[in-house]
C-alpha cells in the first residue's frame, strides 16, 4: 500500500523536534505532546535466554525506539514480586525481580535512554501490594492487634462466627473482594480487602504511614533518574467511609457507568496534590501520568488539574469502535474536558490490558475491550493503520503499545494450558484473555523465539509471527512498521502537530472525518466504502492508496490521509 509520497527521515536519524531544546538537551513541555511507548518487559526482549524478557533486553533494544521516534518509553513492572498478576502484585518497589535483572540494570537502561534523548517513565502500584510484602506478612504473623493491619483493610466478617464477608463487594477478577485469614492460632481470624487478586491486599491510605512510604518510594526512583511515573490503578486508593455494601453482587468493572465507593473517590486528588509537589522539586520536568478509570472525560479532567498529575490516559478514547460519528463526539469531549485545567489531552488504542486494536477492528463493534474473535485480519489492520494516522494526529500527547507499530494481531488461540492471566482462573472474573496481546513481540523472521531470545518466549508465538518482525518489515514502503516511522517523522516535523487543544472540523460526507490545524488537514474514511473527497492541499501520508485526481481525490474504505496546507 502506499504510505508516503515524501521520503520519511531515515531510520538511523532520530527526526529533529519541533520546539528547541534547552542548553542541557531538555524540551520544555515535552510531556504535552510526546509519544510514549509501553514496553512489557516480559515481552519485549530476552538477554539471557531464559524465555522471559528482562531489563538488559530492553536496554539492548533503546535504539530501535529512538529509530522509531518515540519520546519515552513507559515500563510496566519490573519490580520484586511473586508474579501472581505479572509484576502488579509488589513484593518491594525499591528491588527489582530476579528475572528481569538488577538495580544495576535499571540504571544501566535509565543512563543509556537518557543519552539517546529517550525519557524513562516506570510503573508505580500504590493501590495494593503483593501478600509477600513484609508488611502485610507481619501483619498475618503477628495477628488481630498488630499494627502493620491499619495499612491494610482488615475488617471482622459478618454472620454470628464472622463467616461472612464484611460487605458485598466483588473483586474485578471475579468472586469476592475479600480474602479470610487465619490466626497465628490456627483459628478464622478477619477478612483483608483485595479489590483484585486475593495475592493483591489493598493499601488503607488513611494511614499516614501509606502515604509517607509512598512518598519515599517516588523520591527513589526520581533519584534514579526515572523521568515519571504512570499510576496503576490511580482512581482507587481511596474508598468511601465505612466501607458500605454496594448494593448488589455485580462484579466491579474498572470503568463504571455510576459512583462506587471504592473508585474515583474525591480523596485521592489530595495524594496526587502532595505528589505534585515532590515531582516539581526535580528538574526536567518529571511528570505523572494516571491511570483512572473514571465514568467521563470530565472526571478524569479532575486528575490532570494545574496541581495535580499532568496526564491521565483517555480510555473513553480507547473504548470507542470504529465510527465517526462516536470518534468525533469523544474527541471534542476530550479536547473540551481538558481545555480549562490546562492539561494535555491523551489518546491511546492499545495496552497490556485490552485486545489489541487490530483485533478489536476486525469484525463489527464491540461491547467490551476484550474478545477471542480473530475476525477478519486484513479488515483490522487497515483499520489499526488508519486509526493510528487519526491518533497521531490529534492535539496532546500519544501512547503506543510494543507491537502495535508492527500491526500486531491479537493472539485469540491460545492454549487454555499456556494462559496466566489470573482473572482467567477466577469464575465470574474480566473475560480473562489478556494474553493474547503480552505474547513476545517478533524481531527477527526465524528463531526459536523469532528474535525475542535464545530459548523460546513465556507465552507461544504463532505460526507465521516471523513475517510480522521488525527485520521482515523494516526497509519494506508498504509495511505497517515503515507507516509508523513515517508517521512519527511527520509529527515531530510538522509545526501543525503535536501540543494543541483543539481542531476545526470541516463539513465531510456520513462516516468521514475531516479536521484542519495549523497548516495540517487530516481526512479519515471509516466507511466500507471508498469516498470522493476535495483535495486539502500536498499529501504527506496516508494509511493506504490515496491519488489525488486534481482537485478531489478517492479516500478508500477505513483509510486516513495528512494533508499540507
Known amino acids: 500500500m502506499t504510505q508516503h509520497l515524501t521520503a520519511p527521515s531515515a531510520p538511523s536519524?532520530?527526526?529533529?523536534?519541533?520546539?528547541?531544546?534547552?542548553?542541557?538537551?531538555?524540551?520544555?513541555?515535552?510531556?504535552?505532546?510526546a509519544v510514549i511507548y509501553q514496553v512489557y518487559p516480559r515481552s519485549f526482549a530476552d538477554a539471557n535466554g531464559d524465555a522471559m524478557g528482562d531489563l538488559d533486553g530492553v536496554r539492548r533494544r533503546l535504539p530501535y525506539l529512538r529509530d522509531l521516534g518515540v519520546d519515552a518509553v513507559w515500563l510496566s513492572p519490573f519490580y520484586a514480586s511473586p508474579q501472581a498478576d505479572a509484576g502488579y502484585d509488589v513484593a518491594d518497589y525499591r528491588a527489582i525481580d530476579p528475572m528481569f535483572g538488577t538495580l544495576h540494570d535499571a540504571d544501566a537502561l535509565i543512563r543509556d535512554?537518557?543519552?539517546?534523548?529517550?525519557?524513562?517513565?516506570?510503573?508505580?502500584?500504590?493501590?495494593?501490594?503483593?501478600?509477600?510484602?513484609?508488611?502485610?506478612?507481619?501483619?498475618?504473623?503477628?495477628?488481630?492487634?498488630?499494627?502493620?493491619?491499619?495499612?491494610?483493610?482488615?475488617?471482622?466478617?459478618?454472620?454470628?462466627?464472622?463467616?461472612?464477608?464484611?460487605?458485598?463487594?466483588?473483586?474485578?477478577?471475579?468472586?469476592?473482594?475479600?480474602?479470610?485469614?487465619?490466626?497465628?492460632?490456627?483459628?478464622?481470624?478477619?477478612?483483608?480487602?483485595?479489590?483484585?487478586?486475593?495475592?493483591?491486599?489493598?493499601?488503607?491510605?488513611?494511614?499516614?504511614?501509606?502515604?509517607?512510604?509512598?512518598?519515599?518510594?517516588?523520591?527513589?526512583?526520581?533519584d534514579m533518574g526515572v523521568d515519571g511515573f504512570r499510576i496503576d490503578v490511580a482512581h482507587g486508593l481511596v474508598k468511601a467511609d465505612g466501607l458500605p455494601d454496594l448494593g448488589g453482587d455485580a462484579q466491579l468493572r474498572l470503568l463504571a457507568n455510576e459512583i462506587t465507593p471504592f473508585f474515583d473517590q474525591d480523596g485521592v486528588h489530595e495524594i496526587y496534590r502532595q505528589w505534585r509537589t515532590i515531582l516539581d522539586e526535580y528538574p526536567d520536568e518529571r511528570i505523572a501520568v494516571a491511570e483512572a478509570w473514571t465514568r467521563?472525560?470530565?472526571?478524569?479532567?479532575?486528575?490532570?488539574?494545574?496541581?495535580?498529575?499532568?496526564?491521565?490516559?483517555?480510555?473513553q478514547y480507547l473504548a470507542t469502535s470504529w465510527d465517526g460519528e462516536a470518534l468525533r463526539e469523544v474527541i471534542d469531549a476530550s479536547l473540551a474536558a481538558m481545555r480549562p485545567v490546562g492539561a494535555p489531552a491523551t489518546w491511546v488504542l492499545s495496552n497490556h490490558d485490552v485486545t489489541r486494536h487490530a483485533t478489536r477492528f476486525a469484525g463489527p463493534p464491540l461491547a467490551s475491550t476484550q474478545t477471542r474473535e480473530p475476525g477478519n485480519r486484513e479488515l483490522g489492520l487497515r483499520r489499526a493503520r488508519?486509526?493510528?494516522?487519526?491518533?497521531?494526529?490529534?492535539?496532546?500527547?500519544?501512547?503506543?503499545?510494543?507491537?502495535?507499530?508492527?500491526?500486531?494481531?491479537?493472539?485469540?488461540?491460545?492454549?487454555?494450558?499456556?494462559?496466566?492471566?489470573?482473572?482467567?482462573?477466577?469464575?465470574?472474573?474480566?473475560?480473562?484473555?489478556r494474553d493474547g496481546c503480552r505474547v513476545p513481540i517478533p524481531w527477527t523472521r526465524e528463531g526459536s523465539s523469532y528474535g525475542f531470545g535464545s530459548a523460546g518466549s513465556w507465552l507461544p508465538q504463532p505460526a507465521g509471527w516471523g513475517e510480522l518482525s521488525v527485520e521482515a518489515q523494516t526497509g519494506d514502503p508498504s509495511s505497517t512498521l515503515e507507516l509508523y516511522r513515517a508517521a512519527l517523522a511527520v509529527r515531530r516535523e510538522h509545526p501543525g502537530l503535536g501540543a494543541g487543544d483543539?481542531?476545526?472540523?470541516?463539513?465531510?460526507?456520513?462516516?468521514?472525518?475531516?479536521?484542519?490545524r495549523a497548516g495540517f488537514a487530516c481526512t479519515v474514511n471509516t466507511t466500507s466504502e471508498p469516498v470522493r473527497i476535495p483535495v486539502r492541499g500536498r499529501l504527506l501520508l496516508s494509511s493506504g492508496p490515496v491519488t489525488p485526481d486534481g482537485t478531489h481525490a478517492d479516500l478508500p474504505p477505513d483509510t486516513t490521509a495528512w494533508w499540507t496546507l
Open 502 to 516: 483543539s481542531v476545526e472540523w470541516l463539513d465531510a460526507p456520513p462516516g468521514v472525518l475531516a479536521f484542519t
Open 386 to 433: 488508519a486509526a493510528t494516522m487519526l491518533m497521531l494526529a490529534l492535539p496532546g500527547s500519544a501512547y503506543v503499545y510494543q507491537g502495535e507499530e508492527l500491526g500486531l494481531p491479537d493472539v485469540t488461540d491460545l492454549p487454555d494450558e499456556a494462559r496466566q492471566d489470573p482473572s482467567y482462573f477466577r469464575a465470574d472474573g474480566q473475560d480473562g484473555f
Open 296 to 315: 467521563t472525560v470530565e472526571r478524569t479532567a479532575r486528575y490532570v488539574r494545574p496541581d495535580e498529575l499532568h496526564q491521565a490516559f483517555n480510555f
Open 13 to 33: 536519524a532520530r527526526p529533529a523536534a519541533r520546539t528547541s531544546d534547552d542548553a542541557r538537551g531538555h524540551r520544555p513541555g515535552w510531556w504535552r505532546d
Open 113 to 222: 535512554a537518557h543519552d539517546l534523548g529517550l525519557r524513562i517513565i516506570v510503573d508505580v502500584v500504590p493501590n495494593h501490594s503483593s501478600v509477600a510484602h513484609d508488611w502485610f506478612r507481619r501483619a498475618l504473623r503477628e495477628g488481630p492487634g498488630s499494627a502493620l493491619r491499619a495499612r491494610y483493610h482488615f475488617r471482622p466478617g459478618k454472620g454470628a462466627h464472622g463467616e461472612l464477608p464484611p460487605n458485598d463487594w466483588q473483586s474485578v477478577f471475579g468472586g469476592p473482594a475479600w480474602t479470610r485469614t487465619t490466626d497465628p492460632d490456627g483459628t478464622p481470624g478477619d477478612w483483608y480487602l483485595h479489590l483484585f487478586a486475593p495475592e493483591q491486599p489493598d493499601f488503607d491510605w488513611t494511614h499516614p504511614a501509606v502515604a509517607d512510604e509512598f512518598r519515599s518510594i517516588l523520591r527513589f526512583w526520581l
